[in-house]
């Protein structure tokens, strides 16, 4: 007698339901968002001792140091863009073109715009 292949595969044994978490519309839009924009959670305040953040602008080997200092890292972070408008308002001839970012530095230092 001939032996007959049966081309369905095996019979599985059944999938376990995972509980889902319940979480709230905030939680839930958070995730969106990172999966979205492919964000990673936000980072801890940096702070360092002695350690001074600024808002600065890269025109190639120019730096200025435009508004600072801050205690942490994350604050200069937010005010980048207010540094951005400010050097965008002041010189957008020569602001339209640079680098905008932070640094640290040990020693205060002057700034264009303050804090």
Known sequence: MPHIHDPSPPASPPARRRRVKARSPEQVKRRELRRRW????????????????????????????????????MTALTNVDRGRRLAMASRPDQA???????????ATLRTVFGR
Not at 48 to 59: C, H, K, L, S
Not at 96 to 106: D, H, L, W
Request: without cysteine; charged residues 15%; hydrophobic residues 40%.
């Open 96 to 106: 339209a073109f640079a680098a905008f970012g932070t640094a640290s530095y040990p």
């Open 38 to 73: 492919n964000q990673r959670p936000a980072q801890p305040v940096v702070t360092r001792p002695g350690a001074r953040f600024y808002v600065t602008i890269r025109d190639g080997a120019r730096v200025g140091w435009l508004l600072g200092p801050y205690a942490s890292h």
